[in-house]
T-cell receptor
């Protein structure tokens, strides 16, 4: 089974400052990793994903994340925060080669990103 | 192209009733999965279908069921509704069951049980 830990249920940054949202995972097999964003009363929008290949992945809206196997981490960053980035962010893991079939996505508890003007 | 469509968007049901939610995936996507989102438990996996077959089921009681049709549209059913079933139910589609291309989510159905 896999699990995801997102450090910090709330993160507050100033507009223009660096955004860093932390995600650590556990998986017994090579994982697929995802970051999703959710705005109020909406579904989840995929920001970026890591499946195989390059460990630094770039996503939409200027976000990027780096898969670090040795640290079992997949932290999300953005160099300069914008007011429109205020939302709930979810890190998720899937174990596509676990043998028993995928168990879908396992999500972290989410991090609420607050942007201060 | 059209995204994942979930109907209805909002639903109010009475305890003990049953409910059916619908999900139309992106054209060409054959994998559909369902998730329940609540403030207390967060996002939890319900089940996944690929080519009309249920591949996996999460840790939910048998009152939760689903199916997938030959056109990949999926429905989930909850029988004997309980107050705790109030949640946002999200459907996600993917071209492959492993999720290598990512999962695209619909806007969800917000179910309120009174």
């Amino acid at each position: 089974a896999q699990s995801v830990t997102q450090l910090g249920s709330h993160v507050s940054v100033s507009e223009g400052a660096l955004v860093l949202l932390r995600c650590n995972y556990s998986s017994s097999v090579p994982p697929y990793l995802f970051w999703y964003v959710q705005y109020p009363n909406q579904g989840l929008q995929l920001l970026l994903k890591y499946t195989t290949g390059a460990t630094l992945v770039k996503g939409i809206n200027g976000f990027e994340a780096e898969f670090k196997k040795s640290e079992t981490s997949f932290h999300l960053t953005k160099p300069s925060a914008h007011m429109s980035d205020a939302a709930e962010y979810f890190c998720a893991v899937s174990a596509p080669y676990s043998g028993g079939g995928a168990d879908g996505l396992t999500f972290g508890k989410g991090t609420h990103l607050i942007i201060q003007p | 192209k059209a995204g994942v469509t979930q109907t209805p968007r909002y639903l109010i049901k009475t305890r003990g009733q049953q409910v059916t939610l619908s999900c139309s995936p992106i054209s060409g996507h054959r994998s559909v999965s369902w998730y329940q989102q609540t403030p207390g438990q967060g996002l939890q996996f319900l089940f996944e279908y690929f080519s009309e077959t249920q591949r996996n089921k999460g840790n939910f009681p048998g009152r939760f069921s689903g199916r997938q049709f030959s056109n990949s549209r999926s429905e989930m059913n909850v029988s004997t509704l309980e107050l705790g079933d109030s949640a946002l139910y999200l459907c996600a589609s993917s071209p492959d069951p492993q999720g290598a291309h990512g999962y695209t989510f619909g806007s969800g159905t917000r179910l309120t049980v009174v």
